[in-house]
């Protein structure tokens, strides 16, 4: 590891991450919600992390969506109107301006937050191995297959907006009629999801987002739930661009705390294809599946500073 994890950015390894990047034609990036992190929307597992009042299995699964439908899309209603009221920052801006300018620069994001696209970073050197928020598809995937289609209709249904701090969210209303009745209502925001005990009974499937095309099935966000295989069209992209030479000259890893797998997988495969591994984190224990290793660096700081340094 090349920076100590509490000293100020060291200008030498600055310059010798320059130096690399640079004689480097061939660089991958792993984003985190930690790239996100300054852009306001709140990471994983970090303090106040979404997950951290909800396991992340008790609402990112199928199970739990066949369980509690309500539930589950009342927190991707919630990120999805949180992730619209963010805006990309400059780390997000440096990544798409290196997409120009290396053409074999890919990026692999595990970020479900669209803001790298709403950063104009060029799609064809942009993998979502999780997923979007901002698209939805019908749950039937035998007889219907509708989408995924894009969707930023907030909220998505009057159902899932969230009444106003001012107003009682445990309040026995019928979420329906005070969705359609009480003009106070507005879009999911601020509130902690944690905090909201929906009158579930009130959220019945007809409530929720629904497929146009069958009319009868669920319409679901179109992000991978743990349990399911991220797309193949993805793994094969991202397969491909590990295995073709020339080897790999580096792998950045953005904010991000490596443990959720495939993805933290990418970058032993990227060490093991001749990657050196660029890390950039606020905590030096997120460190690389495996640990670091010699001739890495380490960065520590926030994202949205220390990426446009860097890439400059
Ligand atoms: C699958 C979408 C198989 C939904 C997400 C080994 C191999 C394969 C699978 C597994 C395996 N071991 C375990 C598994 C199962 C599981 C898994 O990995 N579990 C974990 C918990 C151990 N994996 C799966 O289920 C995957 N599927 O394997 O399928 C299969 C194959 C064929 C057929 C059927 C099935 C699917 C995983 C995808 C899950 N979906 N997202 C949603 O978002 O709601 S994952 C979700 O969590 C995110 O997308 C992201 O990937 C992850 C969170 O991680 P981070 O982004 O890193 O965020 P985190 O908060 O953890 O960390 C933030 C970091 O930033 C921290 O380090 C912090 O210090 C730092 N930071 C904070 N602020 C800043 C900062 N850094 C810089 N600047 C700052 N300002």
Same mark, same amino acid.
């Given at each position: 590891?090349?920076?100590?994890?509490?000293?100020?950015?060291?200008?030498?390894?600055? @310059?010798?991450? @320059? $130096?690399?990047?640079?004689?480097?034609?061939? $660089?991958? *990036?792993?984003?985190?919600?930690?790239?996100?992190?300054?852009?306001?929307?709140?990471?994983?597992?970090?303090? =106040?992390?979404?997950?951290? &009042? @909800?396991?992340?299995?008790?609402?990112? &699964?199928? /199970?739990?969506? /066949?369980?509690?439908?309500?539930? #589950?899309?009342?927190?991707?209603?919630?990120?999805? !109107?949180?992730?619209?009221?963010?805006?990309?920052?400059?780390? @997000?801006?440096?990544?798409?301006?290196?997409?120009?300018? +290396?053409?074999?620069?890919?990026?692999?994001?595990?970020?479900?937050?669209?803001?790298?696209?709403?950063?104009?970073?060029?799609?064809?050197?942009?993998?979502?191995?999780?997923?979007?928020?901002?698209?939805?598809?019908?749950?039937?995937?035998?007889?219907?297959?509708?989408?995924?289609?894009?969707?930023?209709?907030?909220? %998505?249904?009057?159902?899932?907006? %969230?009444?106003?701090?001012?107003?009682?969210?445990?309040?026995?209303? &019928?979420?329906?009629?005070?969705?359609?009745?009480? !003009?106070? !209502?507005?879009?999911?925001?601020?509130?902690?999801?944690?905090?909201?005990? #929906?009158?579930?009974?009130?959220?019945?499937? *007809?409530?929720?987002? &629904?497929?146009?095309?069958?009319? !009868?099935?669920?319409?679901?966000?179109?992000?991978?739930?743990? =349990?399911?295989?991220?797309?193949?069209?993805?793994?094969?992209?991202?397969?491909?661009?590990?295995?073709?030479?020339?080897?790999?000259?580096? %792998?950045?890893?953005?904010?991000?705390?490596?443990?959720?797998?495939?993805?933290?997988?990418?970058?032993? /495969?990227?060490?093991?294809?001749?990657?050196? $591994?660029?890390? #950039?984190?606020?905590? $030096?224990?997120?460190?690389?599946?495996?640990?670091?290793?010699?001739?890495?660096?380490?960065?520590?700081?926030?994202?949205? #500073?220390?990426?446009? +340094?860097?890439? /400059?």
């Amino acid at each position: 590891m090349a920076t100590s994890p509490s000293a100020p950015i060291d200008l030498a390894q600055l @310059h010798s991450f @320059h $130096v690399a990047l640079a004689q480097s034609t061939r $660089v991958l *990036s792993l984003l985190g919600a930690g790239l996100s992190a300054s852009s306001g929307l709140p990471t994983f597992r970090g303090a =106040g992390g979404l997950w951290r &009042t @909800h396991d992340a299995t008790s609402l990112a &699964t199928p /199970e739990a969506f /066949e369980a509690n439908p309500g539930l #589950v899309w009342q927190f991707y209603s919630y990120r999805r !109107h949180m992730a619209l009221q963010a805006q990309p920052n400059a780390a @997000h801006y440096a990544l798409a301006e290196l997409a120009r300018r +290396m053409p074999g620069f890919l990026t692999l994001s595990q970020n479900v937050d669209g803001l790298s696209q709403r950063a104009n970073h060029p799609p064809a050197q942009l993998q979502l191995l999780h997923g979007t928020l901002f698209a939805v598809r019908c749950m039937d995937r035998e007889l219907c297959r509708y989408g995924p289609e894009p969707n930023f209709v907030d909220p %998505i249904v009057p159902a899932l907006a %969230i009444p106003t701090s001012g107003a009682d969210p445990t309040a026995n209303t &019928t979420r329906h009629s005070a969705a359609t009745t009480d !003009h106070n !209502h507005q879009p999911a925001q601020d509130l902690d999801i944690s905090n909201i005990s #929906v009158p579930l009974d009130s959220l019945s499937p *007809s409530d929720l987002p &629904t497929c146009p095309k069958c009319t !009868h099935a669920l319409l679901r966000p179109n992000v991978v739930w743990f =349990g399911e295989s991220l797309p193949w069209t993805v793994l094969e992209t991202v397969d491909t661009y590990i295995a073709q030479p020339p080897p790999i000259d580096l %792998i950045l890893v953005l904010g991000t705390s490596a443990k959720v797998f495939p993805a933290a997988g990418y970058i032993a /495969e990227a060490r093991a294809k001749g990657a050196r $591994v660029c890390v #950039v984190n606020t905590d $030096v224990n997120d460190a690389p599946p495996g640990g670091w290793q010699e001739g890495d660096w380490f960065f520590r700081g926030d994202a949205a #500073v220390l990426v446009p +340094m860097l890439l /400059e």
